[in-house]
């Protein structure tokens, strides 16, 4: 049984999918403004919604801090920079692969 956990690092804009201690995947990733910063700790994904519609892209997965999520987006030429209100951005191809892997309950952790 595959033991999934994500890791985000804010500072080189990668979000890491690890089974155990190794890495399986790693995507690139648009985070949150200076104004409107990603918060880092640990959280798990509460829930996951296809076609959420606006700027969320093709798939959400809310995560158990209020607000605050991993998603697609519809503006492709975010990703990698910093430009959300605080959320965690991805290619909408790389959010769907990745929400076809990882359960609810996920363990996220976000960090500098």
């Known amino acids: 049984m595959p033991d999934y956990r994500i890791i985000v690092d804010l500072s080189d804009r990668q979000l890491h999918l690890l089974d155990g201690n190794i890495v399986v995947q790693s995507y690139p990733v648009g985070i949150g403004k ?3 910063q990603t918060p880092t700790g640990e959280y798990t994904i509460i829930n996951k919604q296809p076609n959420p519609g606006g ?3 093709a798939f959400w997965m809310g995560l158990s801090k209020p607000h605050y999520g991993i998603h697609g987006t ?3 030429s975010s990703i990698g920079h910093v430009v ?3 959320c965690i951005r991805m290619f909408n191809d790389d959010v769907l692969a990745l929400a076809k892997i990882v359960p609810i309950n996920t363990r996220v952790t976000i960090r500098p």
Do not use: A, C, I
Request: glycine share 16%.
């Open 84 to 86: 959300s209100h605080g």
């Open 55 to 57: 700027p969320f892209g």
């Open 34 to 36: 200076m104004v409107t």
């Open 74 to 76: 519809n503006d492709p």
